[in-house]
């Protein structure tokens, strides 16, 4: 998996320079016409909060995940901590307290240098290792970590994953999901790719949000036009079958074999539906 890409490094470390992005240049652009206050609009951050992790010339899979974590930890840490014990509905074996010690636990894991050999295996040792510590106290832990300066592109399963998780934890809160357009655009790069993978012989043409990701010069066209959330959503198995059949396919080939060939997604069990803003 990608995440054997990563390299050691320790928690609390120092950020480095990682070069300039398009999301660098972003940044700096509305940093220099409205200071903080444009860039947190940018995430959907407090402005304070934001100066956590708008440091340039991180990328923009860095930038993204740092941001997911702000607005997963002012979740957390403003809901109480009996609440956080209910069952996620989207991730059925765990609490959403367990969700969180599963984000905080990837952290220290890659950051330790701490790499899957199995995934199943690496994810519970990470629940169970963390199961006496309260939400609140690992959204601490989670701080001391700098996960987000080691992502790049090659990397951007971590920004996947971090980002659907933080998605179940607001469906299991009943809160609205709110993903900016930077990150959604980033994600749909990411399962555009695993969707589009040569082995599965497909030029796919995603209509999300008023862009256009296009990839492989496969046999069967694949033509999907969604909403990006949607979309998102629906490749990470939280969309039911019924769900993603009635979305906007034109295609020649079973998009949902292809979708769930792999067996480490299956689509949701029941129809999900959730608050959006």
Not at 151 to 161: M, R, T, V
Not at 230 to 249: D, H, N, Y
Request: negative net charge; proline residues 4%; hydrophobic residues 40%.
């Amino acid at each position: 998996r990608s995440w054997s890409l990563m390299k050691s490094m320790p928690c609390s470390s120092t950020r480095n320079a990682g070069g300039s992005s398009w999301l660098g240049s972003l940044v700096m652009e509305e940093l220099s016409v409205g200071g903080l206050n444009n860039v947190a609009g940018l995430f959907s951050c407090d402005v304070e909060k934001c100066r956590r992790f708008i440091i340039e010339p991180m990328n923009e899979y860095g930038i993204a995940w740092n941001a997911s974590r702000q607005r997963v930890s002012d979740l957390i840490v403003g809901t109480p901590l009996l609440k956080l014990e209910q069952v996620a509905p989207l991730t059925p074996e765990w609490r959403v307290r367990d969700v969180v010690a599963h984000l905080v636990g990837v952290a220290q894991d890659v950051s330790s240098g701490n790499f899957p050999q199995d995934f199943d295996a690496w994810t519970s040792a990470q629940v169970e290792r963390l199961r006496t510590t309260d939400a609140h106290e690992l959204i601490r832990q989670w701080h001391e970590c700098s996960l987000g300066e080691m992502l790049s592109e090659p990397l951007a399963i971590a920004l996947f994953d971090q980002v659907t998780h933080e998605a179940d934890i607001c469906h299991a809160l009943g809160t609205p999901v709110h993903l900016d357009p930077i990150t959604l655009t980033l994600l749909s790069k990411f399962t555009l790719n695993r969707f589009g993978a040569l082995e599965n012989d497909l030029h796919v043409t995603l209509h999300l949000d008023g862009q256009e990701f296009v990839t492989g010069t496969g046999g069967h066209n694949v033509t999907l036009s969604a909403p990006a959330f949607e979309w998102f959503r629906a490749s990470s198995g939280r969309r039911s079958v019924r769900q993603i059949q009635v979305m906007e396919w034109r295609s020649d080939v079973d998009v949902l074999e292809i979708l769930f060939q792999s067996g480490f997604f299956t689509p949701s069990k029941f129809d999900v539906i959730e608050i959006v803003r």
